[in-house]
């Protein structure tokens, strides 16, 4: 059974950073695709980046880029979002997510169907 497991969430006062951590187990030597979404109350799910680990290419929702960093720790075999500067808007609750692409473009598009979700961290920014 896969299981995704994310870590590192908190509060944090404006401009502060934190580091979200994304572990696996079971199969997870099958995943390529690894993705960090989040959902504020009241609102819907946003993609927020995503990685493809076969060539590390990656995705990032326009209001992050510049900010936050996914990347894949291979000796700790997890993906982790590096997330600097953050805002309020950045409040809410942060899942990982993880599939097999056939296609790097499939990766790398939010809307594209990740099979296995964690149970989410949250986040919380304040001013």
């Known amino acids: 059974q896969v299981q995704l497991v994310e870590s590192g969430g908190g509060s944090v006062q404006a401009g502060g950073s934190l580091r979200l951590s994304c572990a696996a187990s079971?199969?997870?030597?099958?995943?390529?695709?690894v993705g960090w979404f989040r959902q504020a109350p009241g609102k819907a799910r946003e993609g927020v980046a995503t990685?493809?680990?076969?060539?590390?290419?990656?995705y990032y929702v326009g209001s992050v880029k510049g900010r936050f960093t996914i990347s894949q720790d291979n000796a700790k075999h997890t993906v982790d979002l590096q997330m600097n500067s953050l805002k309020p808007e950045d409040s809410g609750m942060y899942y990982c997510a993880a599939a097999n692409a056939n296609h790097v473009s499939d990766c790398l598009d939010p809307a594209w169907g990740f099979g296995y979700w964690g149970q989410g961290t949250q986040v919380t920014v304040s001013t």
């Open positions: 990685i493809y680990t076969a060539s590390a290419n990656t």
């Open positions: 079971g199969y997870a030597n099958s995943f390529n695709c």
